[in-house]
């Protein structure tokens, strides 16, 4: 079973920086691509970044794209997302994601594995 924890969300002002982490479980890290997704209140859960198994190939969503940048550490066994210039838009519940494939996908039902989710706030 794997399992996936996130670490480092909080409040922030906007134009500030979170660093979040993900560890996760088990000998397979290195094998599938992860992602990150999140939930703003009201809305559906969304894609943010994902990352290959190898880190090789990184996909963003829009409007991220420039300011976080998703990482991942095989010897740690945890993924990263570094976000910077945040904006109150930011703000949600963010999700790392263990992925079926190799290939990080914006599909949330191609990752099989998912962490509880961590509040990040971003204040105007």
């Known amino acids: 079973q794997v399992q996936l924890i996130e670490s480092g969300g909080g409040l922030v002002q906007a134009g500030g920086s979170l660093k979040l982490s993900c560890a996760a479980s088990g000998r397979t890290f290195g094998s599938y691509a992860m992602g990150w997704f999140r939930q703003a209140p009201g809305m559906e859960r969304e894609f943010v970044a994902s990352?290959?198994?190898?880190?090789?190939?990184?996909d963003y969503t829009d409007s991220v794209s420039g300011r976080f940048t998703i990482s991942r550490d095989h010897a740690k066994n945890t993924l990263y997302l570094q976000m910077n210039s945040l904006k109150p838009e930011d703000t949600a519940v963010y999700y790392c994601a263990r992925s079926t494939r190799t290939l990080g996908s914006r599909e949330p039902n191609e990752y099989a594995y998912w962490g509880q989710g961590i509040q990040v706030t971003v204040s105007s």
């Open positions: 990352t290959s198994a190898t880190d090789v190939i990184r």
